[in-house]
Protein backbone atom coordinates (compact mmCIF):
# COMPACT_ATOMS: atom_id res chain seq x y z
CA UNK A 1 0.00 0.00 0.00
CA UNK A 2 2.58 2.32 0.79
CA UNK A 3 6.34 1.72 -0.52
CA UNK A 4 9.10 4.29 0.36
CA UNK A 5 12.92 3.94 -0.85
CA UNK A 6 15.33 6.10 0.10
CA UNK A 7 13.31 8.91 0.19
CA UNK A 8 15.52 12.65 1.03
CA UNK A 9 13.73 15.97 0.92
CA UNK A 10 16.38 19.28 1.81
CA UNK A 11 15.13 22.25 2.47
CA UNK A 12 18.18 24.38 0.89
CA UNK A 13 21.59 22.84 2.96
CA UNK A 14 19.28 21.31 5.76
CA UNK A 15 18.51 17.51 5.46
CA UNK A 16 14.85 17.34 7.12
CA UNK A 17 14.30 13.64 5.56
CA UNK A 18 17.38 11.55 4.77
CA UNK A 19 17.50 8.10 2.68
CA UNK A 20 14.47 7.04 4.39
CA UNK A 21 12.89 3.65 3.48
CA UNK A 22 9.95 1.64 4.57
CA UNK A 23 6.68 -0.48 3.70
CA UNK A 24 3.27 -0.21 4.83
CA UNK A 25 1.28 -3.55 3.92
CA UNK A 26 -2.56 -3.47 3.25
CA UNK A 27 -4.83 -3.32 6.31
CA UNK A 28 -1.23 -2.51 8.44
CA UNK A 29 -1.76 0.84 11.26
CA UNK A 30 1.53 2.37 11.53
CA UNK A 31 2.37 4.45 14.14
CA UNK A 32 5.31 7.39 12.84
CA UNK A 33 7.08 8.57 16.27
CA UNK A 34 9.56 10.65 16.46
CA UNK A 35 10.71 14.33 18.13
CA UNK A 36 9.90 17.56 16.68
CA UNK A 37 11.22 18.03 13.66
CA UNK A 38 12.65 14.74 12.93
CA UNK A 39 10.73 14.62 9.53
CA UNK A 40 7.60 12.95 10.06
CA UNK A 41 5.23 16.15 8.63
CA UNK A 42 7.85 16.22 5.45
CA UNK A 43 7.17 12.85 5.18
CA UNK A 44 3.56 12.66 5.17
CA UNK A 45 3.07 15.41 2.72
CA UNK A 46 5.44 13.77 0.18
CA UNK A 47 3.44 10.60 0.55
CA UNK A 48 0.24 12.62 0.54
CA UNK A 49 1.42 14.39 -2.63
CA UNK A 50 2.03 17.83 -2.02
CA UNK A 51 5.58 18.09 -1.10
CA UNK A 52 7.86 17.28 -3.92
CA UNK A 53 10.87 14.71 -2.89
CA UNK A 54 14.57 15.92 -3.75
CA UNK A 55 15.52 12.56 -4.24
CA UNK A 56 13.55 8.70 -4.24
CA UNK A 57 14.52 5.72 -5.48
CA UNK A 58 10.48 4.32 -5.06
CA UNK A 59 7.31 6.26 -3.52
CA UNK A 60 4.52 4.61 -4.24
CA UNK A 61 0.78 5.18 -2.34
CA UNK A 62 -2.23 3.33 -3.22
CA UNK A 63 -1.06 1.91 -6.31
CA UNK A 64 0.18 5.58 -7.56
CA UNK A 65 3.77 6.63 -8.60
CA UNK A 66 3.64 9.87 -5.85
CA UNK A 67 6.52 11.04 -8.16
CA UNK A 68 4.84 11.02 -11.46
CA UNK A 69 1.06 11.11 -10.69
CA UNK A 70 0.87 13.29 -7.35
CA UNK A 71 -2.85 14.03 -8.31
CA UNK A 72 -4.03 10.58 -8.56
CA UNK A 73 -2.74 9.69 -5.38
CA UNK A 74 -4.16 12.92 -3.85
CA UNK A 75 -7.68 11.28 -4.66
CA UNK A 76 -6.83 7.37 -4.03
CA UNK A 77 -6.01 8.89 0.06
CA UNK A 78 -7.30 10.31 2.86
CA UNK A 79 -5.03 13.51 4.38
CA UNK A 80 -5.51 15.03 7.31
CA UNK A 81 -2.62 17.62 7.82
CA UNK A 82 -1.12 18.45 11.22
CA UNK A 83 -3.35 21.91 11.36
CA UNK A 84 -6.54 21.76 9.42
CA UNK A 85 -7.54 24.41 7.30
CA UNK A 86 -10.94 24.47 6.64
CA UNK A 87 -13.46 27.12 4.80
CA UNK A 88 -14.66 28.73 8.04
CA UNK A 89 -17.47 30.94 6.50
CA UNK A 90 -19.27 27.48 4.65
CA UNK A 91 -21.28 25.26 6.62
CA UNK A 92 -20.07 21.67 7.46
CA UNK A 93 -21.97 20.19 4.86
CA UNK A 94 -21.28 22.56 1.94
CA UNK A 95 -17.85 22.42 2.50
CA UNK A 96 -18.29 18.42 2.69
CA UNK A 97 -19.69 18.66 -0.79
CA UNK A 98 -17.29 21.00 -2.29
CA UNK A 99 -14.41 18.30 -1.24
CA UNK A 100 -16.35 15.86 -2.92
CA UNK A 101 -16.33 17.84 -5.97
CA UNK A 102 -12.71 17.91 -5.90
CA UNK A 103 -12.46 14.00 -5.89
CA UNK A 104 -14.98 13.99 -8.68
CA UNK A 105 -17.83 12.65 -6.63
CA UNK A 106 -21.03 12.52 -8.38
CA UNK A 107 -24.24 14.36 -6.82
CA UNK A 108 -25.74 11.34 -5.61
CA UNK A 109 -22.91 9.55 -4.11
CA UNK A 110 -22.43 12.81 -1.98
CA UNK A 111 -25.86 12.77 -0.90
CA UNK A 112 -25.30 9.54 1.23
CA UNK A 113 -21.70 9.53 1.59
CA UNK A 114 -21.50 12.97 3.42
CA UNK A 115 -24.07 11.80 5.90
CA UNK A 116 -22.27 8.71 6.39
CA UNK A 117 -18.83 10.25 6.96
CA UNK A 118 -20.42 12.96 8.99
CA UNK A 119 -22.23 10.09 11.28
CA UNK A 120 -19.35 8.53 11.44
CA UNK A 121 -16.80 10.97 12.98
CA UNK A 122 -19.50 12.48 15.30
CA UNK A 123 -20.60 15.63 13.53
CA UNK A 124 -23.76 15.24 11.79
CA UNK A 125 -25.94 17.09 14.23
CA UNK A 126 -23.11 20.08 12.83
CA UNK A 127 -24.17 20.00 9.27
CA UNK A 128 -25.63 22.75 9.34
CA UNK A 129 -23.22 24.93 11.57
CA UNK A 130 -20.73 27.03 9.86
CA UNK A 131 -17.48 25.70 10.03
CA UNK A 132 -14.89 28.96 11.92
CA UNK A 133 -17.91 28.61 14.93
CA UNK A 134 -16.90 24.65 15.65
CA UNK A 135 -14.86 23.98 18.66
CA UNK A 136 -10.84 23.17 17.66
CA UNK A 137 -12.15 19.27 18.52
CA UNK A 138 -14.84 19.65 16.02
CA UNK A 139 -12.97 21.07 13.52
CA UNK A 140 -10.33 18.16 13.69
CA UNK A 141 -13.40 15.55 13.35
CA UNK A 142 -15.06 17.72 10.05
CA UNK A 143 -11.26 17.46 9.40
CA UNK A 144 -11.43 13.25 9.10
CA UNK A 145 -14.67 13.68 7.99
CA UNK A 146 -12.66 15.67 4.71
CA UNK A 147 -10.08 12.99 4.68
CA UNK A 148 -12.91 9.71 4.65
CA UNK A 149 -15.30 11.03 2.16
CA UNK A 150 -14.04 9.17 -0.72
CA UNK A 151 -13.77 6.15 1.21
CA UNK A 152 -9.70 5.86 0.54
CA UNK A 153 -7.91 2.52 1.04
CA UNK A 154 -4.80 5.09 3.03
CA UNK A 155 -5.30 7.40 5.70
CA UNK A 156 -2.68 9.66 6.28
CA UNK A 157 -3.13 11.24 9.40
CA UNK A 158 -0.31 14.02 10.96
CA UNK A 159 -1.04 14.40 14.33
CA UNK A 160 -4.66 14.12 14.31
CA UNK A 161 -4.95 14.62 18.05
CA UNK A 162 -2.80 17.61 18.16
CA UNK A 163 -4.05 20.71 20.41
CA UNK A 164 -7.37 18.91 21.61
CA UNK A 165 -7.92 18.29 25.34
CA UNK A 166 -7.28 15.00 27.17
CA UNK A 167 -11.44 14.14 26.48
CA UNK A 168 -11.29 15.04 22.85
CA UNK A 169 -8.35 13.28 22.13
CA UNK A 170 -9.35 10.15 23.56
CA UNK A 171 -12.56 10.79 21.22
CA UNK A 172 -10.25 11.30 18.07
CA UNK A 173 -8.48 8.20 19.64
CA UNK A 174 -11.01 5.80 19.77
CA UNK A 175 -12.42 6.81 16.43
CA UNK A 176 -9.13 6.20 14.76
CA UNK A 177 -8.71 2.85 16.14
CA UNK A 178 -12.41 1.67 14.51
CA UNK A 179 -11.28 2.99 11.44
CA UNK A 180 -8.12 1.21 11.00
CA UNK A 181 -10.24 -2.08 10.84
CA UNK A 182 -11.08 -1.03 7.13
CA UNK A 183 -8.37 1.14 6.46
CA UNK A 184 -4.37 1.25 6.14
CA UNK A 185 -2.98 4.34 7.92
CA UNK A 186 -0.48 5.60 8.75
CA UNK A 187 -0.51 8.31 11.13
CA UNK A 188 2.23 10.72 13.23
CA UNK A 189 2.02 11.58 16.80
CA UNK A 190 5.11 12.66 19.11
CA UNK A 191 2.78 11.26 21.87
CA UNK A 192 3.67 7.93 22.58
CA UNK A 193 0.83 6.73 24.87
CA UNK A 194 -1.13 7.89 21.16
CA UNK A 195 1.01 5.45 19.05
CA UNK A 196 0.96 2.68 21.40
CA UNK A 197 -2.69 2.35 21.97
CA UNK A 198 -3.33 3.14 18.60
CA UNK A 199 -0.45 1.23 16.43
CA UNK A 200 0.60 -1.68 16.22
CA UNK A 201 3.91 -1.33 14.49
CA UNK A 202 5.79 1.45 15.18
CA UNK A 203 8.41 3.44 12.86
CA UNK A 204 11.08 5.75 14.90
CA UNK A 205 12.56 8.69 13.23
CA UNK A 206 15.14 10.80 14.24
CA UNK A 207 16.90 13.39 12.50
CA UNK A 208 15.43 12.60 9.37
CA UNK A 209 16.65 8.76 9.60
CA UNK A 210 14.40 5.64 10.46
CA UNK A 211 16.12 4.70 13.63
CA UNK A 212 13.78 2.03 14.77
CA UNK A 213 10.71 -0.12 12.23
CA UNK A 214 8.83 -2.86 13.71
CA UNK A 215 5.98 -3.69 16.41
CA UNK A 216 6.47 -1.99 20.03
CA UNK A 217 7.63 -5.90 21.53
CA UNK A 218 10.01 -6.46 18.70
CA UNK A 219 11.42 -2.89 19.27
CA UNK A 220 11.59 -3.08 23.14
CA UNK A 221 13.14 -6.65 22.85
CA UNK A 222 15.63 -5.72 20.15
CA UNK A 223 16.42 -2.54 21.33
CA UNK A 224 16.38 -2.77 24.97
CA UNK A 225 18.89 -5.02 24.84
CA UNK A 226 21.60 -2.80 23.17
CA UNK A 227 22.38 -0.29 25.48
CA UNK A 228 23.70 0.50 28.66
CA UNK A 229 21.67 0.24 31.98
CA UNK A 230 18.54 -1.50 30.41
CA UNK A 231 18.51 -4.72 28.96
CA UNK A 232 15.63 -6.34 26.68
CA UNK A 233 14.55 -7.46 30.12
CA UNK A 234 14.87 -9.17 33.58
CA UNK A 235 13.21 -11.27 36.23
CA UNK A 236 13.35 -9.94 39.80
CA UNK A 237 13.56 -12.96 42.08
CA UNK A 238 13.17 -12.90 45.50
CA UNK A 239 13.29 -16.72 47.51
CA UNK A 240 14.00 -18.34 50.88
CA UNK A 241 15.59 -21.65 50.70
CA UNK A 242 17.82 -23.64 52.85
CA UNK A 243 20.15 -23.20 50.42
CA UNK A 244 23.30 -20.71 49.84
CA UNK A 245 22.19 -17.72 47.76
CA UNK A 246 25.13 -18.37 45.51
CA UNK A 247 24.14 -22.30 44.89
CA UNK A 248 20.32 -21.23 44.02
CA UNK A 249 22.15 -18.50 41.45
CA UNK A 250 23.96 -21.40 40.03
CA UNK A 251 20.80 -23.60 39.49
CA UNK A 252 19.40 -20.68 37.87
CA UNK A 253 21.96 -19.62 36.01
CA UNK A 254 21.97 -23.20 34.22
CA UNK A 255 18.43 -22.84 33.05
CA UNK A 256 18.18 -22.39 29.12
CA UNK A 257 18.22 -19.09 28.34
CA UNK A 258 19.46 -17.26 31.30
CA UNK A 259 22.66 -15.14 30.64
CA UNK A 260 23.40 -13.57 34.02
CA UNK A 261 22.11 -13.50 37.34
CA UNK A 262 22.92 -10.95 39.77
CA UNK A 263 22.68 -11.56 43.65
CA UNK A 264 20.66 -8.77 45.48
CA UNK A 265 20.21 -7.61 48.95
CA UNK A 266 19.25 -10.39 51.07
CA UNK A 267 15.83 -9.00 53.25
CA UNK A 268 15.05 -11.07 56.00
CA UNK A 269 15.45 -14.44 55.22
CA UNK A 270 14.86 -13.93 51.67
CA UNK A 271 17.13 -13.76 48.91
CA UNK A 272 17.00 -11.19 46.04
CA UNK A 273 18.19 -11.65 42.90
CA UNK A 274 17.65 -10.28 38.86
CA UNK A 275 17.93 -12.83 36.00
CA UNK A 276 18.46 -11.72 32.92
CA UNK A 277 17.87 -13.65 29.65
CA UNK A 278 15.97 -14.65 26.69
CA UNK A 279 12.34 -12.99 27.23
CA UNK A 280 10.30 -13.96 29.85
CA UNK A 281 12.32 -16.33 32.20
CA UNK A 282 9.51 -16.44 34.86
CA UNK A 283 8.22 -20.01 34.46
CA UNK A 284 11.33 -21.87 34.03
CA UNK A 285 12.58 -20.05 37.46
CA UNK A 286 9.09 -20.89 38.72
CA UNK A 287 9.15 -24.37 38.30
CA UNK A 288 13.07 -24.62 39.80
CA UNK A 289 11.20 -22.95 42.75
CA UNK A 290 8.87 -25.94 43.12
CA UNK A 291 11.02 -28.37 42.37
CA UNK A 292 14.13 -26.92 44.93
CA UNK A 293 11.68 -26.51 47.54
CA UNK A 294 12.12 -22.49 47.78
CA UNK A 295 9.32 -20.54 49.16
CA UNK A 296 8.75 -17.62 46.41
CA UNK A 297 8.14 -14.24 47.66
CA UNK A 298 8.07 -11.96 43.94
CA UNK A 299 9.07 -13.68 40.47
CA UNK A 300 8.34 -10.17 38.27
CA UNK A 301 9.46 -9.49 35.02
CA UNK A 302 10.58 -5.87 34.48
CA UNK A 303 11.28 -4.89 30.78
CA UNK A 304 11.69 -1.57 29.32
CA UNK A 305 9.17 0.65 28.27
CA UNK A 306 8.71 2.04 24.36
CA UNK A 307 9.29 5.52 26.37
CA UNK A 308 12.42 4.55 27.74
CA UNK A 309 13.73 2.93 24.20
CA UNK A 310 12.79 6.07 22.63
CA UNK A 311 14.41 8.53 24.92
CA UNK A 312 17.51 6.13 24.40
CA UNK A 313 17.26 5.94 20.72
CA UNK A 314 16.90 9.67 20.89
CA UNK A 315 19.84 10.50 23.26
CA UNK A 316 22.34 7.62 21.52
CA UNK A 317 22.74 5.48 24.07
CA UNK A 318 21.23 2.74 21.70
CA UNK A 319 22.71 2.20 18.12
CA UNK A 320 19.70 2.09 16.00
CA UNK A 321 18.42 -1.34 15.07
CA UNK A 322 15.63 -1.56 12.26
CA UNK A 323 14.00 -4.43 10.72
CA UNK A 324 16.12 -7.33 9.34
CA UNK A 325 17.14 -5.80 5.87
CA UNK A 326 15.80 -2.36 6.49
CA UNK A 327 19.60 -0.32 4.87
CA UNK A 328 18.49 -1.70 1.32
CA UNK A 329 14.85 -3.74 0.95
CA UNK A 330 13.00 -2.76 4.70
CA UNK A 331 10.96 -6.04 5.79
CA UNK A 332 8.20 -4.62 7.92
CA UNK A 333 6.42 -6.43 10.56
CA UNK A 334 3.15 -7.44 9.12
CA UNK A 335 0.96 -6.89 12.25
CA UNK A 336 -3.14 -8.08 11.15
CA UNK A 337 -4.47 -5.05 12.95
CA UNK A 338 -5.19 -2.65 15.60
CA UNK A 339 -8.26 -4.17 16.49
CA UNK A 340 -6.51 -7.63 17.80
CA UNK A 341 -3.11 -5.43 19.17
CA UNK A 342 -3.36 -5.56 23.22
CA UNK A 343 -3.54 -1.46 24.15
CA UNK A 344 -0.49 -1.56 26.35
CA UNK A 345 -0.48 0.88 29.66
CA UNK A 346 1.73 4.19 29.05
CA UNK A 347 2.70 6.81 30.85
CA UNK A 348 1.28 9.35 28.14
CA UNK A 349 4.39 11.28 28.11
CA UNK A 350 4.86 13.99 25.24
CA UNK A 351 7.99 13.11 23.58
CA UNK A 352 10.52 15.96 23.23
CA UNK A 353 14.29 16.61 22.22
CA UNK A 354 16.40 16.23 24.86
CA UNK A 355 18.35 19.41 25.07
CA UNK A 356 21.51 20.05 22.97
CA UNK A 357 21.00 16.36 21.42
CA UNK A 358 19.55 17.48 17.92
CA UNK A 359 21.65 18.90 15.60
CA UNK A 360 19.77 21.95 14.58
CA UNK A 361 18.59 22.52 10.98
CA UNK A 362 18.87 26.28 10.04
CA UNK A 363 15.48 26.52 8.05
CA UNK A 364 11.88 26.66 9.07
CA UNK A 365 13.03 25.61 13.17
CA UNK A 366 9.77 25.08 15.01
CA UNK A 367 8.65 28.26 16.66
CA UNK A 368 8.97 30.37 14.31
CA UNK A 369 6.92 31.57 12.37
CA UNK A 370 8.05 31.62 8.79
CA UNK A 371 5.35 31.18 5.89
CA UNK A 372 5.21 27.67 4.87
CA UNK A 373 6.30 26.48 1.79
CA UNK A 374 3.40 24.62 -0.16
CA UNK A 375 2.84 22.75 -2.91
CA UNK A 376 -0.68 22.13 -4.32
CA UNK A 377 -3.50 20.77 -5.56
CA UNK A 378 -4.50 20.74 -2.26
CA UNK A 379 -8.19 21.17 -1.32
CA UNK A 380 -6.46 22.03 2.08
CA UNK A 381 -3.57 24.52 0.52
CA UNK A 382 -4.11 27.57 -1.45
CA UNK A 383 -4.56 27.20 -5.43
CA UNK A 384 -6.08 24.53 -7.26
CA UNK A 385 -3.85 23.42 -10.09
CA UNK A 386 -0.21 24.74 -9.26
CA UNK A 387 2.72 22.84 -10.80
CA UNK A 388 4.29 20.31 -7.88
CA UNK A 389 7.83 21.22 -9.08
CA UNK A 390 7.04 24.81 -8.34
CA UNK A 391 7.39 25.58 -4.66
CA UNK A 392 5.14 28.61 -3.41
CA UNK A 393 5.40 30.61 -0.19
CA UNK A 394 2.72 31.23 1.43
CA UNK A 395 1.25 32.22 4.64
CA UNK A 396 -0.37 29.83 6.62
CA UNK A 397 -4.17 31.13 5.86
CA UNK A 398 -6.79 28.65 4.82
CA UNK A 399 -8.19 28.80 0.70
CA UNK A 400 -10.76 31.38 -0.40
CA UNK A 401 -13.96 30.17 0.53
CA UNK A 402 -15.14 28.60 -2.81
CA UNK A 403 -18.10 30.52 -4.59
CA UNK A 404 -21.16 27.78 -4.63
CA UNK A 405 -23.44 27.96 -7.56
CA UNK A 406 -27.07 29.58 -6.19
CA UNK A 407 -29.15 28.03 -8.65
CA UNK A 408 -27.17 24.79 -8.01
CA UNK A 409 -26.47 24.43 -4.13
CA UNK A 410 -25.44 20.91 -4.08
CA UNK A 411 -23.12 21.03 -7.05
CA UNK A 412 -23.48 19.02 -10.49
CA UNK A 413 -22.48 15.79 -11.21
CA UNK A 414 -18.66 15.26 -11.56
N1 LIG B 1 9.27 24.74 4.55
C1 LIG B 1 10.35 24.48 5.26
N2 LIG B 1 11.48 25.20 5.06
C2 LIG B 1 12.59 24.94 5.75
N3 LIG B 1 12.72 23.96 6.69
C3 LIG B 1 11.63 23.21 6.92
C4 LIG B 1 10.39 23.43 6.24
N4 LIG B 1 9.49 22.53 6.68
C5 LIG B 1 10.14 21.80 7.63
N5 LIG B 1 11.42 22.19 7.76
C6 LIG B 1 12.43 21.64 8.67
O1 LIG B 1 12.56 20.26 8.39
C7 LIG B 1 12.71 19.53 9.60
C8 LIG B 1 11.62 18.47 9.69
O2 LIG B 1 10.39 19.15 9.90
P1 LIG B 1 9.01 18.36 10.00
O3 LIG B 1 7.94 19.39 10.13
O4 LIG B 1 8.90 17.39 8.91
O5 LIG B 1 9.22 17.59 11.39
P2 LIG B 1 8.16 16.86 12.31
O6 LIG B 1 8.77 15.57 12.70
O7 LIG B 1 6.84 16.80 11.64
O8 LIG B 1 8.11 17.82 13.56
P3 LIG B 1 6.86 18.20 14.52
O9 LIG B 1 6.60 17.02 15.41
O10 LIG B 1 7.41 19.37 15.28
O11 LIG B 1 5.69 18.56 13.66
C9 LIG B 1 12.65 20.53 10.73
O12 LIG B 1 13.95 20.88 11.11
C10 LIG B 1 11.96 21.71 10.12
O13 LIG B 1 12.39 22.90 10.72
Redesign the pocket.
Known sequence: MIEVAHLTRR??S?T?VDDLSFEVAKGEVVGFL??????????MRILAGYLPATRAERLLVAGHDVMRDSMAVRRAIGYLP?SVPLYPELRVEEMMRFQGRLHRMSRQDLRTRIGEVLDRVGVLDRRKQLVGTLSRGLKQRVGLAVALLPDPEVLILD?PTSGLDPIQRGEVRNLIAALSSEHTVLL?S?ILAEIEAMAPRVIIIHE?QKVADGSQDQIIQRLGASGSGGGAGHVLVEAAAPAEASAMAELMKSLPGVETVTLGDRVGIHHSFRVSGEGDLREDIGALAMTQGWALRELTWKRPTLEQIFTRLVIGDVAPVLSEGASSAPAPVAVPNASNAPAPVTSGLELSMPQGAKKP?P????GTA?P??IYSLNPFDRGASRDLSKPVSVDPVPPAAPKLDPLDPEGGDA
Request: glycine residues 22%; without cysteine.
Open positions: YGAAGPNGAGKTTTEESHGLLGTPQKT
